[in-house]
């Protein structure tokens, strides 16, 4: 399709009718700016909140931090307290004891090697006792009387 040139100057083109009269174009111009001013009025409520919960949250940090900075320090008192050197030897004197009192019934016996008699002692003692002191008669020393 080929279009004619237009010969006519641009003042003396004629605008488009329009069906549209202009107190309707008016109309809806007011009524979107005032939709624009509601969109306006909730972004800044928007913002507002926004504004409310970063300051919640900055809130919530400095309480988040004063809580750490107080737990750390009732761990250290807690670990580094100046009766923990106390406690702490106390616990070590205690634990010697008790491994005084496991190994009390432990006779050493010089010139024997330790745990060498197994599971019977008994029978370790009836037939290494003899051949190491040199003695085969042993006397009894109670009222029953003396065994060969």
Known sequence: MVVPPMNDPPETVQ???????????LQEITAFGRRL??????????AAESRS???????????????DHRLSLVEDKLF???????????LRDKITNLEDWGRRDNVPFFGIAERVEGMDFKAFLI?????ITGLTFFPRWNCRGLIA
């Open 37 to 46: 001013e509601g969109m306006d009025t909730k972004i800044s409520d928007l």
């Open 53 to 67: 919960i970063c300051n919640d949250i900055a809130s919530f940090q400095d309480r988040v931090t004063s809580t």
């Open 80 to 90: 580094f307290s100046p009766n923990s050197d106390h406690k702490l030897q106390y």
């Open 127 to 131: 037939n290494n006792i003899p051949t």
């Open 15 to 25: 605008p488009p009718k329009s069906n549209i009269p202009m107190e309707c174009i």
